[in-house]
């Protein structure tokens, strides 16, 4: 009997089988990450229970019940008849009130002004946050120095009446500038280009308070919008900006002088940043408000808005102090020994070797500072005055548009018009973390 | 001309004063002592001046003046006619108690979310950073007005309530009730009985160590722990013939309209105004805490991990005895100015009325005039706050700091 044998070569590879589905793909994924073991999968169900129990009454309430558009309260009330339906979020009474939350009760003919600030702003800031645009120093001065100045005279109309003292003492500084270089020359057996840093500094810097003193008292045509009507957002953004634009240069003075050698300096800004860190924001501001009327001579009378200013700055100061301090500290020895082995004295070894390199190191903390700075600025409505939350606080007094959604729904965008400035602004200091991160390594 | 000015810049550097740097230094000191001496006299003259324009004494007599205004919470005896200092007092209590209690919840709901945050589990991770995101972007005066305004406007009116826990606890617009705990005579010795216990517990704790660092062995010093707190303090409860009831709220809902709701004074109450200012207090720091917590637990390395692993040490003692003592010297520092944070943001109890320090502080410097004295007691006592609790950080910092030769 024959025997058949039969082979079987395969000549061809055996397709590759796709991975079990139960690995791959979503269902892959989530048997790795939400149900790999019995913990985990009880800790997916109590996860998405709380999720959805956030979640399902906040979308309907935000969205499914909300009303969109409307004149008055009518249009948010619950029909006649129905208890307790339709009490989503009262989007129209929003809309009416947008103007003042955005402006305050700005004159409705002066807006413009408001707009261009914003859009000023916006021109400056966008291109400084981007590392990749080019004129960063003209960027940074028209930012710090010009932007302040145009923001105020469009603000607050400008045509500041200034007492003939402010310019005597404009001319002072420029005067003691040319006496200290006189005395230098003639005492200090220096020349000419030795003096030159120290007329430039003070003649540079009496010009510079001359042409914004002019500019600040010159008529313009435009009318003047006095401080207790701004409002809104308008009002948060200007303490916020300022405070930190202001209590930058303040922060690196005092954080140089905490790291002095000069004991009666270093005593003196260690007193100073420790005391305001150590006191809440609202009795800073109360003292603003109160108190320090009471420190001027008579007849020397401050606008609110800049008693809380003063307040706000010198508060910020003492944080963004010790944020900057991090970063002196962070910069190597070796750096402050090179300057010196070069023979840079104090200033041009801080000004042009040690600050470049330790304010990029602190950006983040800077943009920090200045969220917190930011959610701070609610505290003024304590002290009378209206920035956004303050305005949408007042306008539930409103009768015209009280529902029983009033309040949540002010709250909610209060809480939406916070959380997107301050969110994108640590999502800009993370980037500007990792970005810095980069140059530092070895 | 040329060379004059050569032989200028070389020659040999003179004791010029100029360019000594002592004597710069000493003349920078002076000129700032100087200026902050000037501007010191003139707001002390300035103020001096515009108070007796007002026509309002300075100094601290006010204080032994009557109040005559209620406080809503007070853990102390207060009433309408103790004096101003008093009334302080009570505030300062509130503003030590609102602290306590809130440092206590954010460290807890921190600690929680923090590791959450660190989950294997996606939607566990996710739900954290969601948290952390959503509330460290929002200001805290915002979130303090939503549970106040928004949560605690919409629980039941005063006639109603909402009960929890075998009808023994009780929320409405008043507050949240309770049984409150009345001691009779003899209680004192239950209170003896719980310090023995705690100084017991210190006691064994330390023999424990010794005996595993001579012997190797261990103690359960733990559940000792948990016993003898709970079970000596219990038998003596027993053994001195329970001397101690519960105080329920009384709810009434008949009788007249007006004389309904809870009864005041009877039972343990907590405002509305304290719910509202610790929740938000605490679930607003608990989200800077928590990316404290993640960022410290993340700064120990894997190899930490590995090494346990590889000792056979499984999961939760590898997190207890190597990830969060390690963890624990990073998290310290950040975790410190949390307090202070929380501390001082406490102040904005004002905004809602809960009779902190500021507040009751602004009600007297409203009713007085005497703008200097109060602010000045704000600042020294939140400054001494500040002060003391740093220094206790500072303490335990550096008995959990890392020990080098």
Same mark, same amino acid.
């Given at each position: 009997m024959a025997k058949t044998e039969t082979f079987q070569i395969r000549t061809e590879e055996a397709p590759l089988l796709p991975a079990p589905v139960s690995t791959t793909g979503l269902i892959g994924w989530m048997r790795q990450n939400l149900f790999s073991s019995i913990s985990n999968t009880v800790l997916t169900v109590i996860g998405v229970i709380i999720a959805y129990w956030i979640i399902a009454p906040f979308i309907q309430f935000a969205f499914i019940d909300a009303i969109w558009t409307g004149d008055d309260r009518k249009a948010c009330l619950p029909p006649e008849g129905s208890e307790g339906e339709h009490m989503g979020a009262c989007w129209a009474y929003v809309e009416a009130y947008f103007p003042q939350f955005i *402006?305050?009760? *700005? !004159?409705t003919d002066e807006i413009w002004r408001v707009n261009i600030v914003y859009a000023l702003f916006a021109l400056l800031l966008v291109p400084l946050a +981007? !590392?990749? +645009?080019?004129?960063k120093k003209l960027n940074s001065i028209l930012f710090l120095g010009v932007f302040p100045i145009v923001a105020f005279v469009l603000l607050t109309g400008g045509n500041i009446s200034i007492s003939s003292y402010t310019w005597i003492f404009v001319a002072l500084i420029a005067a003691v500038g040319v006496a200290i270089a006189a005395i230098l020359m003639v005492a200090g057996g220096r020349d000419f280009n030795g003096v030159k840093p120290v007329l430039i500094g003070f003649v540079g810097t009496a010009v510079v308070l001359a042409i914004i003193l002019g500019f600040v008292s010159a008529n313009l045509g435009l009318s003047t919008v006095d401080t207790p009507v701004w409002g809104g957002l308008l009002v948060t953004l200007v303490i916020a900006v300022t405070g930190i634009v202001a209590s930058l240069p303040l922060g690196i003075a005092l954080a140089l002088g905490r790291r002095s050698t000069m004991p009666i300096v270093r005593l003196v800004s260690v007193i100073f940043i420790e005391f305001w860190r150590g006191v809440p924001l609202i009795t800073v501001l109360f003292m603003s408000s109160v108190m320090l009327p009471l420190f001027l001579p008579e007849g020397v009378t401050f606008d609110k808005l800049l008693r809380v200013l003063i307040g706000v700055t010198l508060f910020s100061a003492a944080y963004m102090a010790e944020v900057v301090r991090g970063g002196l500290q962070a910069i190597p020895k070796g750096q402050y020994e090179g300057a010196m082995a070069l023979g840079l004295r104090f200033w041009p070894m801080m000004y042009l070797i040690i600050l470049p390199q330790a304010l990029k190191l602190v950006i983040p903390g800077i943009v920090n500072t200045f969220i917190g700075l930011f959610k701070d600025t609610t505290l003024v409505l304590i002290v009378g005055m209206f920035d956004l939350l303050g305005q949408i606080q007042s306008s539930f007094t409103d009768p015209t548009w009280s529902t029983p959604t009033q309040g949540h729904t002010g709250y909610l965008f209060a809480a939406i018009v916070f959380f997107v400035f301050c969110f994108g602004m640590s999502r800009y200091s993370i980037f500007m973390e990792r970005r810095l991160h980069t140059g530092h390594k070895r | 001309m040329s060379v004059m000015e050569q032989d200028s810049a070389r020659a040999p550097a003179r004791a010029s004063l100029f360019n000594d740097p002592k004597v710069r230094g000493i003349f920078f000191q002076v000129v700032l002592v100087v200026a902050l001496g000037y501007v010191g006299y003139n707001i002390v003259d300035n103020t001096r001046i515009n108070l007796e324009q007002q026509n309002i004494a300075s100094g601290w007599g006010f204080l032994n003046n009557t109040a005559g205004f209620g406080i809503i919470q007070s853990l102390v005896s207060y009433s309408e006619t103790s004096s101003y200092g008093q009334a302080l007092y009570v505030g300062f209590l509130n503003t030590l108690l609102v602290a306590i209690v809130g440092i206590f919840v954010a460290t807890i709901i921190g600690f929680v979310v923090g590791i959450a945050r660190l989950s294997d589990n996606w939607v566990i991770s996710r739900l954290a950073y969601c948290y952390v995101e959503l509330i460290r972007n929002v200001p805290l005066l915002l979130q303090i007005f939503f549970w106040y305004f928004a949560v605690l406007r919409a629980v039941p009116g005063k006639r109603e309530k909402w009960s929890f826990f075998f009808d023994s606890f009780h929320l409405n617009i008043a507050g949240f009730r309770g049984p409150k705990p009345i001691w009779e005579d003899g209680a004192s010795f239950i209170g003896i009985a719980l310090i023995i216990a705690i100084v017991a517990c210190i006691v064994i704790a330390q023999w424990a160590r010794k005996r595993q660092e001579a012997t190797g062995q261990q103690f359960p010093v733990f559940w000792t722990a948990v016993g003898l707190i709970i079970g000596l303090p219990l038998i003596t409860y027993f053994v001195t013939g329970m001397p101690m009831h519960l105080e329920h709220p009384v709810f009434v809902d008949t009788g007249p309209r007006i004389r309904q709701g809870f009864q005041l004074n009877v039972g343990f109450n907590l405002i509305p105004e304290f719910l509202a200012l610790t929740a938000a207090l605490s679930i607003y720091t608990a989200s800077f805490i928590a990316e404290i917590v993640r960022a410290g637990i993340q700064a120990v390395s894997h190899g930490q991990t590995e090494a346990a692993h590889a000792l056979g040490l499984r999961q939760s003692p590898t997190l207890r005895l190597v990830i969060i003592p390690q963890a624990m010297r990073v998290i310290i520092p950040p975790l410190t100015s949390q307090y202070l944070n929380l501390t001082k943001n406490s102040s904005l109890a004002v905004a809602i009325a809960f009779p902190d320090l500021v507040s009751v502080g602004g009600t007297v410097l409203n009713q007085t005039g005497q703008a200097i004295e109060i602010i000045g007691i704000w600042m020294a006592i939140y400054l001494t706050l500040s002060l003391v609790t740093s220094a206790f950080m500072n303490w335990y910092n550096q008995r959990m700091a890392l020990v080098e030769r």
């Open positions: *402006y305050g009760r *700005y !004159p +981007m !590392p990749s +645009m080019p004129l | -």
